[in-house]
């Protein structure tokens, strides 16, 4: 059996050190990856209501109304209104025949409903009507760290966050799970909000149902941040090692 002298021990430490190298040079904690790591099994009491969205100017709404005489309903669903849906103008109002503008912006379609059923009530033009409104236009926007950043529809009017990313194709490696950014706007003004998807606390957040227009935006880890902007990328270490190493490779075969 050959034993190595120590040239050639040198040689196969540098070899079993570089795979670890290469470890260390990882910037990113794998339990930072993991979501709502802080979670232990059992039950999680949630009393999240599913969020009304406020209308806003240049959304699209369904409004259909309906009572139990057809005939007199169906003045008030025009064929044009079904198949285009009913847009809020820049002042805030909706049109609706024979009861002409109604206001719309900045309440949510259920107070909506209540207001058109009043009116209709109070001018004794439909007995005991039903107004559905629904939005034709609910969507979410997902932005950043994500595989697929997109803007997604959602015609059931009800996504969670967790949904809105998995949509998204899921956040990369490199994503900051615990600070994610949404943007919601509320009637003039628009409310800014971080959540920890690293917690367990986010099922209870009423932030964990999206409303309509929501922007969720995923931060890079901070060591993405500064190898991007870094003039000398992670990258050329490991390089010059590598190179250090074959270097050494060809020494001992060339002087063997």
Sequence with gaps: MRILNARDRGFFLALFLFPLLIISCSTVNPKDAIYFNTLAAGKIATNTPIPESLIQSNDLLSISINSLNPTASAIFNTTAT?????????????YIPILGNVKAIG?????????????????????????????LNFRVTVLGEVNNPTVIPVPSEKISLIEAIGAAGDMTFDALRNNVLIIREEGAQKIIERVDLNSNEI???????????????????????????????????????GLSIVFSVATLVFRN
């Design 107 to 135: 309440v949510t379609k259920s107070q909506l409903a209540a207001t058109i059923t009043k009116e209709l009530l109070d001018k004794k033009l439909l007995v005991d009507p039903i107004v559905t409104i629904r939005f």
């Design 203 to 241: 099922f209870s957040s009423p932030y964990y149902y999206l409303k309509a227009n929501d922007i969720v935006y995923v931060e890079p880890q901070k060591s993405k941040i500064k190898q991007t902007t870094s003039r000398t990328p992670q990258w050329v270490p490991l390089a010059l090692t």
């Design 82 to 94: 079904a198949a285009s849906g009913t847009l809020v103008g820049a002042d805030g109002y909706i």
